[in-house]
């Protein structure tokens, strides 16, 4: 895998999900916690579960342990808190991202899934490839939800990401 790609990741998810917190700031508390019909019921949960699941995701494969609370349960029960929680997260993941290396990239990775019970082995670009896209999965989740609240997200097309407007930023 080319190093370039989770810098790419990581910055299409840090503007995402930061068009995605403002369109749920136009929402009254009540309505983000309302039970809407998605896997994780309400907006606020699906936004807590994405910060659950980066998280969980980020320290596994900074080989830190991962310490949280049973899946479904609330980190960040409060807006605020979660939305200032998403932004430091996603600034760790874009600096993150900007170290890492090929051959790091291709190297070996094991993990014990305790929502699977078992091991997991792959090469470290399996797994940053699933981080990725596990976000994408439930903000396309969230997008219908806003939408079905007449709430225009606008575009989510990777080619706008506003970093791309600079030719040499890939290559920096």
């Given at each position: 895998m080319d190093a370039n790609y989770p810098r790419l990741m990581a910055a299409y998810n840090r503007w995402m999900?930061?068009?995605?917190?403002?369109?749920?700031?136009?929402?009254?508390?009540?309505?983000?916690?309302a039970d809407l019909g998605?896997?994780?019921?309400?907006?606020?949960?699906?936004?807590?579960?994405?910060?659950?699941?980066?998280?969980?995701?980020f320290n596994r494969l900074q080989q830190q342990?991962?310490?949280l609370p049973p899946l479904g349960t609330l980190l960040c029960p409060d807006w605020d808190d979660l939305k200032a929680a998403r932004a430091s997260l996603d600034e760790q993941l874009v600096e993150w991202a900007d170290g890492l290396t090929e051959s790091w990239l291709a190297?070996?990775?094991?993990?014990?899934?305790r929502l699977y019970q078992r091991e997991f082995t792959q090469p470290?670009?399996?797994?940053?490839?699933?981080?990725?896209?596990?976000?994408?999965?439930?903000?396309?989740?969230?997008?219908?939800?806003?939408?079905?609240?007449?709430?225009?997200?606008?575009?989510?097309?990777?080619?706008?990401?506003?970093?791309?407007?600079?030719?040499?930023w890939l290559t920096h």
């Open positions: 999900n930061e068009r995605l917190y403002a369109a749920c700031d136009r929402l009254d508390d009540t309505t983000r916690h998605a896997f994780f019921k309400s907006i606020h949960a699906t936004l807590d579960h994405l910060l659950w699941g980066d998280t969980a995701w342990p991962v310490e190297q070996q990775f094991s993990f014990t899934s470290r670009w399996v797994f940053v490839t699933h981080f990725f896209n596990h976000q994408t999965h439930h903000r396309g989740q969230l997008t219908t939800l806003l939408a079905q609240l007449d709430i225009d997200f606008g575009i989510t097309d990777l080619p706008m990401l506003p970093e791309l407007a600079d030719p040499d």
